[in-house]
């Protein structure tokens, strides 16, 4: 038995730690917290001392039986989670459920998993750090409370199944506003001038007028002084100018580098970063310092002096400007500025190459430029036309990286021809564009990270579940705008001649930014104003600058949070009480046919159109929106031909067919069939015609090309790509296949092969109860039992499970049936006779 036990939060951090450890330490995964709150309560005594109630989940009793066990063996435990405030609480939750000897319990941290800093953590043991621990404390039971008793008042004033969150609430309302920005826009139309020159040598460039033109009287008038303009360089100025590296990353620039340059989420980007940091090849990825150590800035400059020569190294320190930054790690790094690139994963060797990039960039020399700056005059007037230049005259860290941006307007300057004062140019051509100035730029993932950072609202470990959950939640997502075609106005001046002409360009459009929903938008205005304390900027910021004080030893968490609660209950009670519910009701305007109001509003199951109020004497009616609909934006003429749906188009091989909306876009009905319409097709321009179009389609996709077993093979695509379908299994056809030229010999194989996968998939089966246990992603299992699928932990081992046991697990998780409402009535209505 080994003398010391290590434990991690993950398997894969212990499989890469026990390599560099002899066989006196035995290293085992705690996967994550072994305790936390209750799922079901509040779990927090807010009437005392605000202690939380911590509880080993179910998934968690063998992991937390098989460390204990352990530990009783181990002559010293080593907690080796990581060094933040949730390492340090995971390490604490581990040292009091485990019942660990303070004597023979030793704390390591270190920030990179390499030989030389597990053996550095092991010389240099610690004890737990409390102050950390409270820290964390203090946000999980802050952000408890505040979702355990916000999220109820948006069930009774909302809708049922809403939830609230202090960070997650204050980023929507980031979004939420943004998209208000937008909507209020009004765009403002101007005249941009540009021009093409020719030098004495015929070579050509491109200048432009520094001002604009309000209207194109004005940039007509402009263009027709041009007409016979004799036109020279003015002035020339060549200035040397340097260009410095960026810092190494902290989280959030790694997150916005990989945003812009690999178009990464935020989430992929930080499951990315933890598998090269727990294989040992990058530093922590949690940190919001952008330092090196000397060691790290020393194997940086020998890497630079062996790769590009010595004239290409300049170490250097960097200071942070992060709000609130706090964590004591370094930058993200490579362990190893030697290895250049990694033969991983396609994905997690961008990623390393990217950090490696910026990491080495760091600590080389400026680049050396040389700026040209040409001013050219025309014979016919005062105005002046300016081009700019730039040539690199050494490149330096520029051989490495250049750091992207956000600012989609950003013009790159090129390099100009050889020219001198005086020179006379010949212009090309002179144009006037209409151009309207721009809305303010949706969100991306990576540039909401960079405002809340800049708000000082979260910290590197918050900012992708924070998102995560928002779009989850279904607050935000990931929208694409289509936009809306514009016309502008292009003038030409050519050859003495002015031409003018019309052109269209598409606006508004947008793909992969973060867009509101509708509930979105209602829970937000409800929340700001009832709760506008919580969602305040501010305040959210000076929350996380308490943490940090109470992560310091200057403030006890409990005082903090007793003066929060004072505060914020009373308020949630008076809502609670007092608030008209909120859906969002916007009034169209009226029914000709019958006189009434609608309206739209946030129903039962989501967004509706609704004609008449609860007041009248008949019955509302009712529509749902199409999905690519909002509340906030749609048209009374919009919402009045929603009530045209479902539409009978006639009928085709004597079955009804219809057009409609659905939950997931609009469709054809063609007796029981289904067949989805494009994105964006509104179901009303659909005739006859194009309907037996797309069911011919259909029927054709749907036929038969093969008999397997007396059983139909039919083949289709969906979102996964191309499929067969045979016996109700649906069996993806890989690249290995020709999709267009399936053989039979092909089909055959892929339903074998797929059969034979089922099988392996099975580990336990109880014919006669309808239960078995299978084989599920990632190493975990399902228990299921008809309809009831149970994903079973990593940590649960099914091997030697039993029918009692998997009874069990469906009895606790299958859905609780609900009372029938028949029984209800009925007694009622001996209720109603006896009276």
Known sequence: MAKNLVIVESPAKAKTIEKFLGKDFKVESSFGHISDLPSKELGVNVDGDFKPKYEVSKDKKAVVKKLKDLAKKAETVWLASDEDREGEAIAWHLAETLKLDKEKTKRIVFHEITKSAI???????????????DAQQARRVLDRIVGYELSPVLWRKVK??????????????LIVEKEREIENFKPVASYR?????????????????????????????????????????????????????????????????ASRKLYFSVGKTMTLAQRLYEEGLITYMRTDSVNLSDEARKGAEEEIKNAYGAKYSKPRNYTGKAKGAQEAHEAIRPTSFATHSVNIDRDQARLYELIWKRAIASQMSEAELERTNVKISASTHRETFTANG?????????????????????????????MKTNETLLNNYITATERYTRPPARYTEASLVKKLEELGIGRPSTYAPTISTIQARNYIEKGTVEGVERSYTQLTLSN????????????????????PTDIGMIVTDFLVNHFDAILDYNFTAKVEADFDEIAEGNEDWT????????????????????????????????????GKQVSVRLGRFGPMVQIGTVDDEEKPQFASLSPDQQLNTITYEEAMDLFQLPKTLGKYEGEEVQV??????????FGDAFVSLAKGTDPLSVDLDDAIVLIKEKQKADAPIYIYKDLPVQKGKGRFGPYIKWNNMFINVNKKYDWDNLSDEDIVELIETKIQKEIDKVVHSWEAEGIRVEKARWGRHHVIQGKVKVELAKTVDVSEMTLDEAKAIIEANAPKKKPTKRKTTAKKKTTAKKK
């Open 119 to 133: 053996q550095k953590a092991i010389e240099n043991p610690r004890g737990i750090d409390y102050d950390l621990v």
């Open 160 to 173: 049922g199944g809403l939830s609230a969150g202090r960070v997650q609430s204050v980023s929507v309302r």
């Open 193 to 257: 001038i540009d021009a093409e020159f020719s030098n004495e040598d015929g070579q050509t460039f491109k200048a432009k007028l520094p001002k604009n033109f309000s209207s194109k009287e004005e940039a007509l008038k402009f263009l027709e002084q041009n007409a016979t303009a004799g036109f020279k360089v003015a002035d020339l100025q060549k200035k040397p100018a340097k260009k410095s590296p960026a810092a190494p990353f902290t989280t959030s620039t790694l997150q916005q580098e």
């Open 390 to 418: 730039e040539v690199i005259t050494f490149d330096g860290f520029l051989k490495v990286y250049l750091e992207g941006t956000d600012d989609e307007d950003t013009e790159q300057d090129g390099v100009l021809p050889a």
């Open 496 to 515: 003495g001649a002015v031409k003018d002409k019309t052109l269209t360009e598409k606006v508004g459009s947008d793909k992969g930014k973060l867009v």
């Open 559 to 594: 005082e903090m949070m007793k003066s929060f609660y004072k505060e914020f209950h009373p308020v949630v009670e008076d809502v609670k009480e007092n608030a008209d519910r909120e859906s969002g009701e916007r009034i169209l305007g009226t029914d000709p046919k019958t």
């Open 660 to 669: 409609n909306n659905g939950r997931f876009g609009p469709y054809v009905k």
